[in-house]
């Protein structure tokens, strides 16, 4: 075979004495595709270089930045603010007095945040201007492309700073999630450079690396997951249910719910096919990388439309970006740009040698890598274990993550729907109840699911855990139902809709517990105009009223509701 492929690979006489005559004519011109190589054009870009590819991945992490910050600037004054209802102000105040009333190592290392070294006098004020910087500094990496690691860095730590005091609010895995993805995209870029591309500095392929390793974790460990988890899992069921189920469904999954038995079965050998299977398509070559990325985000696609589950989906695609080198993007950007690419590339090529500063630069890549494999090491270890835990951070940085989704599913889906009346005796017959409606999650039955992905109501997806638990287990459930009796202003704010707009406060909240399903499509209960029907399970909170709160209230510190 050896002997064969090596006549085949050289010319015969007769083919070298055709050659001969064609160059006695001239040079024979270049077919279409060499002339698509020239600068400016995808083909002129080489392979295996990412100049391109660094400007898409940082405006997208500055885009999921952005989100980030705006529903904290919309969000957190009402749950974590001065009045809010987990005030971080006490959570810090907790923490100093646990290590003996002083802000050193251990207590920046428990809840890393900047926070202890700003004015505590107008927390909603400080939690406003973090937002707002935030706001302000993702919006410019967004619009021009440009990003060094000062700015990166500054993201980086604002958004830490407000997961550490964001308690229970900041405590799903698309936080750390942000977090570790933004860290990749510090070193992204150069030191100081303002530039969508920057003299000098090609992004490493050990940032590269980084990313494609980070979007292989999420999906290897979302799919170790379920095969470790719910039954219904291994039974191909699961999809039975979860639209129903989601914590907050949109109006897609309303009729995803009613598809055939064997859609569902199939949606689910799919889902294990994309998470167990194809993140190993990242080690088989260039080819097989960029299938391993148009997989993943149409993947994520997919599941944008069909539920709201905050900037998790939006978040996930970013990683798989790096799939993709300057050739696969290059129908994004015009022909200038490209140009410019191969331009440097061409400098970068017949540079002689290089500037101290790319050495440096070379030495922070190599440390940033081996810092990136060293705390990967526990994470790697729950991978493999058998009770493997999701949504794990193993440093207070939270650089290096573990991460899953939907390790089990609910089958049945219960909401706790919070009502208030003006009767002087809760416990009159007579008495009239209205209710409370929240932003997005399920309430009224003839409100149909909304449509929010990428932004994400905090409370209403606390309202689904809640709903599954006790009220014990939740009392900051009891701190919302004293600030709907004061009807504070801010609190009301999380609300939409009010039933005591433009009349006297509530005397008394209660929380019931109902069960939930979707009302069958051109069905009895869809044509009264219901997307859901109820049935009540019992109470989850008993009748409360301001003055009965009010021990509640001294014995956690919380601020008595006043009424606005």
């Known amino acids: 075979m050896l002997a064969a492929g090596s006549d085949m690979a050289a010319p015969s006489t007769a083919l070298r004495q055709r050659r001969t005559a064609a160059a006695a004519d001239g040079p024979p011109e270049a077919p279409e595709r060499a002339v698509a190589g020239k600068p400016g054009s995808e083909a002129g ?3 295996g270089t990412f100049w391109l590819t660094r400007i898409v991945l940082l405006r997208s992490i500055a885009l999921l930045y952005f989100v980030a910050f705006l529903v904290a600037y919309h969000q957190n004054k009402q749950l974590i603010g001065e009045k ?26 428990y809840a890393p945040t900047i926070i202890w070294f700003l004015d505590w006098s107008d927390m909603d004020s400080t939690l406003d201007y973090l937002s707002l910087f935030g706001l302000a500094t993702s919006a410019f990496v967004l619009i021009t492309g440009c990003a060094n690691m000062v700015l990166m860095s500054i993201l980086w730590v604002l958004y830490l ?9 900041y405590s799903f895995g698309w936080e750390s999630q942000l977090l570790e993805t933004g860290f990749l995209g510090i070193f992204l870029c150069p030191l100081w450079t303002l530039s969508r591309l920057p003299q000098r500095t090609p ?3 050990i940032v590269v690396w980084a990313f494609r390793w980070l979007i292989f974790r999420i999906m290897l460990g979302a799919g170790l997951i379920k095969i470790r988890g719910d039954r219904c899992w291994q039974e191909l069921t699961c999809m039975d249910y979860h639209y129903e189920t989601q914590p907050v469904p949109n109006p897609i999954a309303y009729f995803m719910h009613r598809s055939p038995w064997w859609f569902h079965r199939f949606e689910t050998l799919v889902n294990h ?16 990388c960029i299938v391993h990325g148009l997989l993943q985000i149409l993947f994520q696609v997919l599941l944008i439309i069909s539920g709201n589950l905050s900037f998790l989906n939006w978040l996930t695609m970013v990683p798989s970006i790096a799939c993709f080198d300057d050739v696969s993007l290059g129908f994004l950007f015009s022909s200038r740009v490209k140009e410019h690419v191969v331009q440097m590339q061409s400098k970068e090529a017949a540079r002689e040698q290089l500037p101290l500063g790319c050495y440096i630069r070379k030495v922070v890549n190599i440390s940033f890598g081996l810092l990136i494999a060293y705390l ?7 991978l493999l274990n058998s009770r493997q835990v999701m949504n794990t951070s193993f440093n207070p940085l939270r650089i290096v993550n573990t991460y899953g989704a939907f390790g089990s599913i609910t089958k049945e889906r219960t909401e706790v729907i919070l ?46 855990f809640a709903a599954f638990q006790t009220y014990e287990q939740n009392e900051w459930i009891i701190h919302l139902a004293g600030k709907l009796l004061a009807q504070e202003e801010e609190t009301l704010s999380l609300m939409a809709m009010n039933p005591f707009a433009g009349k006297a406060p509530p005397r008394w909240i209660r929380g019931e517990h109902f069960k939930y399903k979707f009302s069958q499509p051109g069905g009895k209960h869809a044509s009264e ?24 209230y001294e014995d956690r510190n919380w601020p008595y509701p006043m009424r606005d």
């Open 45 to 47: 870009l080489p392979p």
């Open 84 to 109: 809010g209802l987990l005030p971080c102000k006490l959570y810090l105040q907790n923490v100093k007095r646990y290590f003996k009333g002083k802000i050193d190592l251990d207590a920046l290392s």
């Open 161 to 169: 700073s407000l997961v550490n005091v964001g308690q229970i609010w």
């Open 203 to 205: 992004p490493s392929s």
């Open 273 to 288: 096919f994309i998470e167990l299977v194809v993140p190993f398509f990242l080690f088989l070559g260039r080819r097989m």
């Open 376 to 382: 990967s090491i526990p994470v790697v270890l729950n």
């Open 419 to 464: 009502q208030g009346t003006s009767s002087l005796d809760p416990n009159d017959p007579a008495a009239v109840w209205e209710e409370f409606d929240f932003k997005c999650k399920p309430g009224n039955l003839k409100r149909g699911p909304c449509f929010i992905s990428p932004y994400h109501y905090r409370l209403d997806w606390l309202m689904w």
């Open 529 to 552: 105009g219901k997307w859901w029907i109820r049935k009540r399970l019992g109470p989850y909170f008993p009748p409360v009223n301001l003055k009965g709160l009010k021990k509640f």
